[in-house]
């Protein structure tokens, strides 16, 4: 079993910056890749950024240039560093993680509001 636990949300005026944390526990060394995703009132959960045990990431086309992923390994940690933010970056924003063998795993959460 893998534990998610994400902080870093809260409300930021357009054009702002935010950091969110994804803190893992439990049997995390069975963890491939990490991801957020996020969803705004009354639309699908879509991918956000990904980043893998062996450091390649990915970001979704709409975060390119504004967000950036990483990790911290010895603290078995993920950051989503979001600048530029603007207010369709308003979303739940949850963490992932996907484990060998394929087992997913989600956060609760973290409610992220960009005002204008």
């Known amino acids: 079993q893998v534990q998610l636990v994400e902080s870093g949300g809260g409300l930021v005026q357009a054009g702002g910056s935010l950091r969110l944390s994804c803190a893992a526990s439990?049997?995390?060394?069975?963890?491939?890749?990490i991801g957020w995703y996020r969803q705004a009132p009354g639309k699908q959960r879509e991918f956000v950024a990904l980043?893998?045990?062996?450091?390649?990431?990915n970001l979704a086309d709409s975060v390119k240039g504004r967000f950036t992923i990483s990790r911290d390994a010895a603290k078995n940690t993920v950051y989503l560093q979001m600048n530029s933010l603007k207010p369709e970056d308003t979303a739940v924003y949850y963490c992932?993680?996907?484990?060998?063998?394929?087992?997913?795993?989600w956060g609760q959460g973290t409610q992220v509001t960009v005002s204008s």
């Open positions: 992932n993680a996907m484990t060998l063998p394929r087992d997913i795993y």
């Open positions: 439990g049997n995390t060394f069975n963890i491939d890749i």
């Open positions: 980043i893998s045990s062996s450091d390649n990431t």
